[in-house]
């Protein structure tokens, strides 16, 4: 398969990915042991299986298999009639057997694709292959990083947590475009269901990086296999979010092309992205295949899943149910992004639009709610146990119980900083909507005290009523409708 690559001068970048992801179920892969760390004191949620003791044997977490077979529908992969498990053997002190339980040559899913935007140009990336395999438990590093640590410690509670890793092709052609992809990716795992992004280490990236040569480039942006083997790539480990990924990789893509501009060899090589310093570090040379000495798990009998992806449904995804909502409810674009940014977004602007008009119901998620838990650094997830307050809050707008502006700008805000409910917030700050007799008498006040704002809207200066309209909104407390306001104004005024 061919790769797609940008030439800038005479030199063009090539990028593909590993993508570790942790999934979402309440036992490890291959024991019953508890996948809710959480705060969790370290070597507290291990058995004999995960720690590797002699003569422990592994079972199959069914629920791991769905989840898997669940990512190959989505992305359209190949589902096999059969898949097995093999060990990968390698020492490190995180991997207490010194192998690692994967998918070798019989992956659960294969020749998948993934298609997202960047910049607002469609893109399309394949995947290689998605396999099964445990997660390796984690290092604490005391007293710096990976490289200057006075010692480093080993938590096994995340040893045997189930991973999924996705391999593209090299098909990547900038570092934005591996943000907008991870981007993507994460959008469709959290509404599979099988995916919590808010975990520590829930995600994490080993990116290849080469640099080739720009006459390899063809006119359609792909590069030749022979191009890609005889290139020199580094992987650049230890990339744990969307935008770190970006920056490691426009670093590293940087260094190659000094070096290859200054007649340097690039070393291949694998290497540590330190988030902290913002640069990469030579960790160790790359290893091939070869070096695993891959060999059948012969604890684990074959799968036979290929009746599963019959059998198993997944729910509507980000691109369907962002193209339902245009049709169904009329939004334009920008707005169906936003509610559908999240699963748990589209479901409670859903929610609402069955109470109330789809536009009121859309400005109030999309833009104001979400909104206002951008400005705080909030999730939705945050606010989820407060959906019937939000809702009675649009209820209010939408009866007519309260402005518009006093909704967005005191009870909303005052709802998400303090916690308190709406109606406690309307009635403690007396934003019940002003009654027709106070708005006539405000109306009167305002003429009555502002002449030279009289004279200029009789004078053909329409501006002068935003004036007057201010001046009554001031006297009603922001209580009064701006739109009513302006209109018993103008039939004062026009009397």
């Known amino acids: 398969m061919t790769a797609q690559a940008v030439e800038t001068g005479d030199l063009a970048t090539v990028i593909g990915l590993e993508v570790h992801v942790q999934l979402e179920t309440d036992t490890k892969i291959f024991c019953g042991c508890s996948t809710d760390v959480g705060d969790d004191e370290p070597n507290t949620h291990t058995c004999p299986v995960c720690l590797g003791l002699p003569g422990a044997l592994p079972v199959v977490n069914e629920g791991a298999v769905e989840a898997a077979v669940k990512v190959g529908k989505a992305i359209d992969a190949t589902i096999p009639e059969e898949t097995n498990f093999h060990r990968k053997n390698y020492y490190y002190p995180d991997l207490p057997k010194n192998f690692q339980i994967t998918q070798y040559d019989a992956p659960v899913c294969q020749d998948g694709e993934l298609e997202f935007s960047v910049e607002g140009e ?183 899943v290929s009746d599963w992806k019959e059998r198993l449904s997944i729910p509507e995804l980000p691109d369907a149910r962002r193209e339902r909502f245009r049709e169904e409810y009329g939004l334009d674009e920008e707005s169906a992004d936003k509610l559908t940014s999240t699963k748990e977004v589209a479901d409670f602007f859903e929610d609402v639009a069955e109470r109330f008009d789809p536009g009121l119901a859309a400005t109030w998620v999309a833009d104001e709610l979400l909104g206002e838990l951008n400005y705080r650094d909030m999730a939705i997830t945050d606010v989820d146990d407060r959906f ?19 909704a967005r700008e005191t009870v909303l805000r005052e709802m998400l900083d303090d916690g308190d409910a709406p109606t406690e917030i309307v009635d403690r700050e007396d934003l019940g909507k002003t009654s027709g007799d106070e708005v006539r008498q405000a109306v009167e006040e305002a003429i009555e005290e502002n002449p030279d704002a009289v004279a200029d809207y009789h004078d053909g200066d329409d501006g002068a009523i935003n004036f007057l309209v201010g001046q009554v909104m001031g006297k009603t407390g922001g209580s009064a409708d701006p739109g009513d306001v302006n209109q018993s104004l103008r039939e004062e005024l026009d009397g």
Do not use: C
Request: no cysteine.
């Open 122 to 304: 469609r893109r399309s990336v394949s995947v290689r292959r998605a396999h099964l395999e445990e997660d390796p438990g984690s290092l604490q590093h005391k007293g710096g990083s990976i490289d200057t640590a006075d010692y480093t410690l080993v938590d096994y509670n995340r040893a045997g947590t189930p991973l999924m890793e996705i391999v593209t092709e090299p098909d990547f052609r900038s570092p934005d475009e591996v943000r907008s992809f991870l981007a993507k990716l994460t959008e469709v795992l959290e509404y599979l269901g099988i995916f919590d992004a808010t975990r520590d280490g829930s995600l994490r990236v080993d990116a290849n990086l080469s640099i080739v040569e720009g006459e390899e480039v063809a006119a359609d942006g792909s590069i030749g296999e022979e191009a890609l083997e005889s290139a020199n790539r580094t992987e650049v480990k230890n990339i744990s979010s969307h935008k770190g990924a970006e920056k490691a990789l426009a670093y590293e893509e940087t260094r190659q092309r000094n070096a290859i501009q200054r007649g340097r060899v690039v070393e291949q090589e694998t290497r540590h992205w330190d988030e902290s310093k913002g640069v990469t570090l030579s960790m160790r040379s790359k290893e091939e295949e070869k070096d695993y000495r891959y060999f059948r798990e012969a604890d684990l009998p074959p799968l036979k």
């Open 388 to 406: 019937d307050e939000i809702e009675r809050l649009v209820e209010l707008v939408a009866e007519d119980e309260i402005t518009t502006k006093n």
